[in-house]
Structure formats: C-alpha cells, structure tokens
C-alpha cells in the first residue's frame, strides 16, 4: 500500500518562495508529480519527474519552478520561486509505478487508475 503525504504549503506575497515536499511511503521507482486546483478551475499539472529523471514543467511555471528527488529519503520537493498570486490553489503530490519512463506524463499521471494521491497542501500567494 503506497501512502502518498504532502507537506510545506502555506501563504506568502507574491515573489515569494515555497518548498513543497512529498513523501511517498511504500513506493520505489514511481512516476511522481504535482498538480494544483484552484477553486472553480480543473486540476492541472504543474511538475513531474519520471524514474530515468526525465521532467517535464507547465509552461506557466517554467523558470520560477524546479522538481528534484532525495532518493535516499524517497522524498520529492518543488521548489516554488517569484510566486504570482495565479500560483494560489490546492498542490496534490501523485505517484504512479510505470513500467517505462516514457510513460510519466501529465496525463498518465493525472487520469490512470493506479495513481496514488496525498491529501493536498495549500499554498496561498498574496499581491
């Protein structure tokens, strides 16, 4: 049984920096990835990293946004800069186990059945 358990949202003003962590207990070689949902709005991607470390960003993120893995803690971190109030909304972490690489996509990751899904942390951007 994967466990997946989002940590580090909160509220800051915009050009602001947040670090989200997620860990994902009982998970090894996982696809894994952050989408947010912002109220009123469908959950969107925003970062993802597959086993091979491929990566792949929304493009309203890119530059302001960096996913990493600490494969010793099996821990995945978003580090979250120059954050615009649009970058408020509910960040879920996922974690889906692949068979290849390749398949790590939004997509994948958002709509497949085996997707794990932490309870979400919210992350609040004042202007």
């Known amino acids: 049984q994967v466990q997946v358990e989002e940590s580090g949202g909160g509220s800051v003003q915009a050009g602001g920096s947040l670090r989200l962590s997620c860990v994902a207990r009982g998970s090894s070689r996982y696809c894994m990835g952050w989408f947010r949902q912002a109220p009123g709005k469908e959950r969107e991607g925003v970062a993802l990293l597959g086993t091979s470390g491929n990566i792949r960003y929304a493009d309203s993120v890119k530059g302001r946004f960096s996913i990493s893995i600490d494969n010793a803690e099996n821990t995945l971190h978003l580090e979250m800069n120059s954050l615009k109030p649009e970058d408020t909304a509910m960040y879920y972490c996922?974690?889906?186990?692949?068979?290849?690489?390749?398949?790590?996509?939004?997509?994948?990751?958002?709509?497949?059945?085996?997707?794990?899904w932490g309870q979400g942390t919210q992350v609040t951007v004042s202007s």
């Open positions: 996922s974690a889906l186990n692949l068979l290849y690489s390749s398949q790590c996509t939004f997509q994948n990751l958002g709509t497949m059945k085996g997707t794990h």
